[in-house]
């Protein structure tokens, strides 16, 4: 994205240094605390503020499952509604994050991509038919 | 490790053996004297008293990152967990520590918890630092993103067009947040 703000605070913050320092839980806290978290949540992160919005690129690992998905959105679980929004939700994530690559190529090239270490993908059709793919 | 006195009471009225201390200067000034096998628990102290064979008893351990209010909080912790492990050293009890670590956060305000999840982090005590993290995660799970940056004290540098634009852009990833 195209900012690259450092986390320096502006000098006008010292009025206030306590709520101040707070403030400044620094990168890997708050990767700590974000991996209690689906990651759908973390890309809300970025609205926060310049800084929290350069975060979630650097995120270690991506978890995004239909429940936490559906949660997230209070969607009501019908399958349909799931898939498309699942569906809507990877997509628009792999076009920020990633780039507009296929599944099937996604799927072959992945784990060599980006050092993953840990892939697990399933993939449901509507009749039942469960692809499942561990790297 | 520090091996003088390797395990200083074994019985449960542990205080009629004079126990080991150590003490422990907060950034106001404040000094604590912290059993042994507690302040074994902070991994700052533990490898300060390691790697440092000149020190004494006497020795005073300054902890300016640490503020009075979040050692009573750690010292809380750790105490209740080293209670823990001598009543059963092979397996904590889950149930127990689970009522203790709930209503332990429950009096705890977002100041607090982010106080304290900063002195869980310099003095190194990676039990209560994941304890901690996920308690702050459960309290912005779901929450507006205002409610986010209040809660980190997070100052909105955008414009409100750029912020507009983001809402916009990000979209698919805001249905169904809370109302605060």
Redesign the interface.
């Known amino acids: 994205m195209e900012t690259n703000q450092k986390t320096h605070k502006p000098e006008n913050?010292q009025d206030n240094e306590n709520?101040?320092?707070?403030?400044c839980?620094h990168d890997?806290?708050l990767f700590?605390?974000?991996?209690?978290?689906p990651t759908?949540?973390v890309?809300?992160?970025?609205?926060?503020?310049?800084?929290?919005?350069t975060l979630w690129n650097s995120l270690p690992y991506l978890d995004f499952d239909d429940e936490s998905v559906t949660?997230?959105?209070?969607?009501e679980h019908s399958e349909e509604t799931i898939r498309i929004?699942l569906t809507?939700?990877l997509n628009?994530f792999l076009l920020h994050r990633l780039l507009q690559y296929s599944e099937a190529w996604l799927l072959n090239h992945l784990p060599t991509f980006c050092n993953l270490k840990h892939l697990d993908l399933e993939v449901g059709s509507e009749d039942g038919d469960m692809v499942e793919a561990v790297a | 490790m520090s091996s003088s006195i390797a395990s200083s009471s074994s019985s449960s009225s542990s205080s009629s053996k004079k126990e080991k201390k150590i003490s422990l200067k907060t950034s106001d000034g404040e000094v604590f004297e912290v059993e042994e096998p507690v302040a074994m628990q902070l991994e700052i102290v533990r490898s300060f008293f390691a790697d440092n064979e000149d020190v004494t008893e006497q020795t005073v351990m300054p902890l300016p990152n640490v503020s009075t209010a979040a050692m009573h909080g750690i010292l809380e912790y750790c105490r209740a967990h080293e209670e823990f492990r001598r009543r059963m050293p092979e397996a904590a009890p889950e149930e127990e520590v689970r009522a203790f670590e709930a209503g332990y956060v429950d009096r705890k305000s977002n100041e607090e918890l982010k106080e304290m999840i900063l002195a869980a982090n310099y003095l190194n005590i990676s039990k209560l630092l994941d304890f901690l993290t996920g308690v702050a995660a459960k309290r912005i799970e779901n929450k507006s993103v205002e409610y986010v940056r209040a809660f980190f004290g997070v100052e909105n540098d955008f414009t409100p067009e750029e912020e507009a634009n983001l809402r916009r852009e990000y979209e698919w990833a805001f249905e169904g947040v809370d109302e605060d």
């Open positions: 913050a709520s101040d320092r707070l403030s839980l890997a806290i700590h605390i974000f991996s209690f978290l759908i949540y890309v809300q992160s970025n609205i926060l503020s310049k800084r929290w919005k949660s997230a959105m209070g969607i929004k809507n939700v628009n």
